[in-house]
Every structure is written in C-alpha cells, then in structure tokens.
C-alpha cells in the first residue's frame, strides 16, 4: 500500500477564491492511502516545496499528489523537489485544478466537486505508479553530414568550428552541389564561384572535417547519440592520397566523347576526368563505364602518364563503418525532367533548354565560355521566351503542385543578365504569378522590368513549334490583354519545377526520418522545430525539406549545425522514462507494433521460454529500445494482446482515473 | 419531484493529448473562458494512446460521453499518432453506434495549443449533445455501482 501525501495548494487567490481547498483536503484525505492532506498558501514557493520535502522525509511518503496549476507549469519543480529527498521524481503526480477548474467554473460548489474529483483521480494513479528511471546514453563526439552541397558545406564548418569532427558524405567526385554550375546568384549578383569555392577549400583545410566524396551511405543503425553508419567509398580508380590533380591525364585520355554530366551534356569529357577546374578534392576519377583499360583491358594510357603514380585500376569499392553522434540530411535537389513536356518541344529541339541548362551557357566555365550561343547552331539569339512554372504548381501527374520558390527570381536574373550583355536582345517572360518574399527580391525583380525593359506578360505558353528557319515559334495566351500571341523566338528556356533527390528516399528509410509525399523530409514541428526531423538526432538542411534559396539554404545549415553542436557538447543523453514496454509472456510476435513505430524503435528478438511441461520454446518477441522510444503509445493500442503497455501512462494507471472521475 | 432533463449533469470525461489539446485547455482555461464542470480532463501522451477499452470501461463505470481531443491531423507531435487514433476511433463509435450507444455520447475534436476558445467551444456543445441525450445506461455494469 502506498503512503500518499496530498498538498492542495491555494495559489493566492486563483484557486482559493471559487475551491473550497480546505474542503478538498478534507475529503482527499479519507482516500484510501492518503496519509495526510494539507492546504498552503503557495505551493510551488520555497516553504510550500520545503512542506513536501518534510511531509517526504517525516511521514515517509511513498507518493505525493500536488492539487495546483497545470502540470505544464509546475510538474518538473514538483518533481524536482521529490527528488531532492529521495523519492523517485515519478511518483509524483498533479491534479490540475487552476487551469481546469478554478479558472473556468464560477459556482464554487461545483469547482470545489470538481477539484475533488481531479484530486481523486491523480490519487488513484498514483497507487499505481512505479518508479522510473530515464536511462542514460553516451555520445559520440562526431557528426555526419549527408551531401556536399552548399548546405553540407556550411553545416559542415559550422560543426567543426565548434571543435567537432564532421564526416561530409557526397556522391559525387566533388563537393559543392548545385551552386558550382551556377553562374551569378540573385539578387546581389555576385558570381556563384566566387563564393563558393572559398567555402569548398576551407572545408578541405579544416583538419576536423573530412570529406568522403564519390561515396554513399548504405546502412544506418542506431539512435541519437550513436549512430553506426555504413559508407560505401566507391572506386574511382585513382589514389586520391597520391593524386595532385595535375590534369594531364585528363588532356591525354583516348575516350574524349563522353557527355559531360556537369555541363548537362552540352559537351563532351574524357574517361578520366575531373568534374571542374575547382573541384574538391581535386583529384581525378575514372568512369568505369567508358573507361578502355576497365571495360577491355587495352589502354592503360593515364597510368603512364601520371608522374604521381596515382592510377589504380584494380581498385574496389570500399566499406567503412563509423559512429556518429548526430546527422545532418542535406541531400538536396534536382531539376525535373522536361521531356513529359511534349507541347513545350524540349525533346523536339536543342534551342529549348532548362533554366540550369542556361546557367551553364551564360556561365564562364560552361561549355560556351560564358559566350550564350544558341546549342543548334552558334549563333547569338536575337528573341528569347521564358516559360515560367513548368512543372510547379501543376496538379496533373506530369508535375509537382507546390511552388518550387526560386524560379521567379533566377528567371529575373537570367533576363536581366541576358539584356545586360546583349542589349540587342528581346526578352519576354510568360508567368502564372511573380513571387518574389525575400529580402530585395521584389525590387531586383522590378529593376528587371522597369531597367532591364524584360517583357514580363501574365499568361502561360501553350506550344513551342520548331519552325524550318530553325527558329521556335512560341504560342501563348497573355491574360491581361485578352489575347493570343505567336513569338517567333531563338531560343526558349524552361523554369522547370525543383525535387528532391532521388536518393532522399531510401536515406530517409534507412533514417527513419519521415517525408511528405513529394519526397521532401518533414521537420519535428513546422514552425518551431523546422531543422530538426522528428526522429530524434537527425537534422535537415536546405532543399531536401523543400524548395529553398541560397540564403535559406545557409541559414537553415547554420542552425541545423548549432543544434547538433548543443547535441555534441553533452556527454550522456537523458532518455525519457515513459516509454513503452513489452510483457514478453504475453507478445505473440506479431508486428502490429513494430508497424505503427513511427520512430522504428521496436525489432523482434528471438527468445527461449520455458513451458509449463518444461520443455523450452523459442518465440519472436518484441523488444523497446527506450532510447528511441518517444512514448506515444501507438504500439500499446495496436497491440492485439495487449502485451505493450506504456510506463507512466499504463492501461491500468488511465483505467483508474477513468474509474475515480466516474466514481 | 421527477428528475427533468434540464437537471440532468452529465458525466464526461476527456481524453487530451499532452501536446496540444491539453495545452489548449489550459488556455482556455488562462482566458478564464467558461465550460461546464461536468467534462473531467484525463491527459494521454497522443491521442494514439486512447485505448477503445478506456472508452468501454468510462461507459461501463456509469460515464454519459466521452470525447478524445489530439493535434490536428498532419500537426501531430508524434507524426502520424492521431491518424491512428481518428481510424481507431471511427471503428469504436460504429460499433458503439451498433451496441445503441448514440454517436452523440461520443466526439474526436483536433483541438491546437493555440485554440483555448476552440477547445471551451468544443466542450460546451458536447456537454449540450450529451445533456440532451440523457443518462446512459446501456453499457453501465451495474456491480460498477457503490449502492
């Protein structure tokens, strides 16, 4: 039998003045296992804690009940002063009788019935609370970040600046993402390299941070604090310790009619390449797919001309396994594909081009050297369309129906670059709507319009029909004016929609981060947790939680790393004891559970029981890991014979309420 | 004098999830805004934690109507917990519906932290729905009884 003290707490007035509190302890105090029963003034004040911790240590209560305010307010203070003498902090319960009785009812009669009741049901609860204790999990001091892109990237350093190692992972030979093949960035126009690479190189220098890039992850085990991560290094066939990323190789490859990812296939590379002149590491990599001495043996020729002795093509795929404290998801984006886009003559024509495909035109390093010529056939466009929206905002299957976020401003900037440098050129715009919320956006926008003289016209293109002249015929409505256009233009570029990486996918999987249904990662709470995913140690940054600009981007990464910093710093986690546990006699090993997990925290272990005629049986049971366990309890409804249960809010605990305010 | 239903004070009890609904009430609770003392509030971790037993057993224990209150669908703080509970739920009441356990007797509202009026507003129809339905008698065990 418990020993319950009951405190009724007056809380000035608020309570005092519509509870009867003299009244209510009189009649708690005939419940049964309810030692004694006393009013104060101010419960949660120095004395009224101090009267606890007597009332704990003279009378040896085995459970105290605290009448007062809302357990949200006061139940850690409470605890904690349990505590403070010994008794375990979860025998502790409230009934709430400021925020859900005295406040709201007026009658004092029924408050204080009322009080009555609430004080009776957190006296039957506690009669049958256990003690509890959060168990305690060490760190390990090092983050992951997953993609190298601006947002890994800044992450990243942020981390390491705080005195962590960080682990950047990134499939591709280079780090840097989307921002490398990138030529100017709005609405400042600064050159996206410019800004970029500095950060790439101080990522490279920073002996807390290494880069494991033309890599992935394939297995991730554990929980926050202890993650074991798998991470495949694939072979490029070069050794990166010994490559100096002299590129003489590269000049010198036989295979030279590769199209070349970086530049979205506008030219060609070699079997042996290196992605850009900036490229970090800079080292080579080997496309084994074209490469003559990987494929049938004969070449050999970049071996004998590396000075490094670098080239290995005996080289295998690696895999290492490291423990990570927290993990930062920062997969990114990818445009999508125009060719669903028949009527706007992307596959008809080589003078439609996606916006990233004109980035790479106009940009330095593209394969034009900044030059824009037409890809048919080199020559300066005298009319360029812009198709705004294709593929967001679009609710049929072809497309995504959110709004990709960006593509009004980089589609600004294009046509103001393009009639900054080429004057002679006309420049027309079809939009849905304009958006430009960001800091300076609205008015970069307008210096397009009102300086640039782009043509902005409300209203969608329809068709783009190559002609025989070699130019594009563009039909579309213009909406304001209530009418039909054909534009016959040189080149047309397509804002098409931004989504999340392919590899989002199986990552959140293996994560057990959650994602919506366009395959972007779901933050902990949309607004007050936005860099966290609700699985507890993972943390996102930029696009892969959705369509974001370079400034959000490194926002976000920024704060994703200081709360994987607040993460590190600590050296044990403190789990939350309310978790839910298993009755394994009574598990079937069914996986109802193991199915509503939203946290993965269950798997099934085999187990021995001895039988009642002694023989031993080996059953499938479930097992909590408490460490990732959020107590939520969906696996303890789900549960068809009733083996899961959740400590502190138990079947048999909320059954006694039930029954104490029937009563 | 024969009992009227204007005199009738129904028993009710609340399920409300720590996140969002209990906050709720308390906020309502902050504003001093009024509802009848007849709706007693249990608080769950999520919603995904009312167990249909707990519904049977309120029912069973003499209870007139009980409503289970969590986080608006797609906001729930344990991801996907109140799309259980909303599955669940729509189970429990058709078959209640099935025992002659009036639909009235029993509610899932998705009340936020921010919506205090919201969650006064929700209990005060409730608490008319039920009143006007009457005692419930149909589940009640009556070794329950203390007379």
Redesign the interface.
């Known amino acids: 039998m418990q020993k319950i003290g009951v405190f009724v707490c007056h809380c000035g007035t608020n309570i005092a003045a519509t509870v009867d509190v003299e009244q209510v302890a009189q009649a708690l105090g005939k419940e049964p296992g309810v030692v004694m029963a006393v009013h104060y003034q101010y419960m949660c004040s120095q004395s009224g804690q101090d009267m606890i911790k007597d009332a704990i240590k003279e009378k040896g209560l085995t459970g105290v009940v605290i009448c007062s305010c809302s357990p949200r307010m006061h139940e850690a203070t409470f605890r904690k002063a349990a505590a403070s003498v010994g008794m375990n902090p979860f025998m502790v319960e409230i009934a709430n009788i400021r925020e859900q009785c005295s406040w709201i009812h007026k009658d004092r009669q029924e408050a204080t019935q009322k009080a009555i009741a609430l004080g009776r049901a957190a006296i039957a609860k506690v009669h049958l609370n256990a003690p509890l204790t959060a168990g305690e999990t060490p760190v390990a001091k090092k983050a992951l970040v997953i993609g190298g892109g601006i947002a890994g990237i800044q992450a990243a350093l942020d981390i390491a600046e705080a005195g962590f190692e960080v682990d950047i992972v990134e499939k591709e030979p280079t780090i840097g993402g989307k921002m490398t093949q990138l030529d100017k960035t709005f609405p400042t126009l600064d050159c996206a390299a410019c800004i970029l690479t500095p950060k790439m190189v101080e990522c490279a220098q920073n002996d807390k941070i290494h880069i494991l890039s033309y890599s992935e992850v394939t297995k991730v085990k554990g929980f926050v604090g202890n993650f074991d991560v798998t991470i495949r290094r694939k072979a490029r066939y070069v050794n990166e310790d010994k490559c100096t990323g002299c590129g003489l190789c590269t000049q010198k490859c036989p295979q030279k009619k590769i199209p070349n990812a970086f530049n979205l296939n506008m030219d060609m590379r070699r079997a042996i390449y290196i992605p850009f002149a900036q490229a970090v590491p800079k080292v080579a990599t080997i496309d084994p797919d074209h490469c003559k001495m990987l494929t049938s043996g004969k070449c050999g020729l970049c071996a004998t001309v590396c000075t490094a002795g670098a080239i290995d093509y005996k080289q295998k795929d690696k895999f290492i396994e490291q423990k990570y404290g927290a993990i930062v998801v920062a997969t990114g984006f990818n445009p999508i594909k125009a060719d669903a886009f028949n009527e706007l003559g992307y596959n008809q024509s080589k003078d439609v081009v996606t916006s990233l495909e004109y980035e790479r035109l106009m940009n330095a390093a593209g394969p034009t050297d900044g030059t824009l010529l037409r890809p048919s056939d080199g020559k300066h466009p005298k009319t360029i369309v812009f198709v705004q929206c294709v593929g967001s905002r679009d609710t049929t299957c072809r497309g995504k129906e959110y709004c990709s976020k960006i593509c009004c401003m980089y589609t600004a900037k294009h046509a103001m670059l393009t009639r900054e440098k080429y004057p002679d050129t006309d420049v027309y715009v079809f939009y849905i709507d304009v958006r430009t919320p960001g800091k300076g956006f609205d008015e970069f926008y307008r210096r397009a319009v009102e300086q640039y003289g782009v043509h902005y016209i409300k209203g969608q293109v329809g068709k783009v029909s190559p002609l025989s002249d070699g130019t594009l015929e563009v039909q579309a409505s213009d909406l304001l004016m209530d009418e039909q256009l054909k534009i016959k233009a040189d080149m047309v570029v397509l804002a098409v929609a931004m989504e999340a990486d392919k590899t989002a996918r199986p990552l959140a999987t293996m994560l057990t981060a959650s994602m919506d249904t366009n395959d972007f990662f779901t933050e902990a709470h949309p607004k007050l947790r936005p860099v966290e995913s609700p699985t507890a140690g993972i943390f996102l940054a930029g696009a892969c939680q959705g369509p974001k600009d370079i400034p959000d981007t490194v926002a976000q990464a920024g704060a994703a790393a200081s709360k994987v910093i607040g993460l590190l710093v600590k050296n044990n986690l403190k789990g939350n004891p309310c978790v839910a546990h298993c009755n394994e006699n009574m598990c079937n090993g069914c996986s109802s559970c193991e199915h509503v997990c939203a946290y993965g925290a269950i798997t099934y272990v085999a187990k021995e029981f001895k039988m009642p005629d002694r023989t031993i049986a080996i059953r499938r049971v479930a097992q909590v890991n408490p460490a990732v366990c959020q107590g939520c309890g969906a696996c303890t409804v789900t549960c068809p014979s009733g083996a899961m249960d959740l400590q502190g809010f138990s079947n048999r605990e909320i059954m006694a309420e039930v029954d104490a305010i029937c009563l | 004098m024969p009992m009227t239903k204007k005199e009738f004070r129904p028993?009710i009890?609340a399920f409300c999830c720590n996140w969002c609904s209990?906050?709720g009430?308390?906020l309502?609770?902050?504003n001093?805004?009024?509802?009848p003392?007849d709706v007693?509030?249990?608080?769950?971790?999520?919603s995904?934690?009312?167990?249909?037993?707990?519904i049977l057993?309120?029912f069973q224990?003499?209870?007139d109507g009980v409503i289970i209150c969590g986080c608006h669908p797609g906001?729930c703080?344990?991801?996907?917990?109140n799309y259980?509970a909303r599955r669940?739920m729509t189970l429990l009441f058709s078959m209640l519906g099935y025992l002659g356990i009036e639909h009235g007797r029993t509610r899932v509202a998705w009340v936020s932290a921010a919506e205090g009026a919201k969650f006064?507003a929700t209990m005060d129809s409730f608490v008319q729905t039920v009143a006007q339905l009457g005692e419930n008698t149909r589940l009640e065990d009556l070794r329950c009884k203390?007379n």
């Open positions: 028993k009890i209990y906050a009430a308390d309502a609770g902050t001093r805004l009024n509802y003392a007693k509030i249990i608080r769950v971790p999520c995904c934690r009312v167990n249909p037993l707990f057993r309120a224990r003499g209870a906001d703080h344990y991801t996907s917990g259980f669940r006064a203390n």
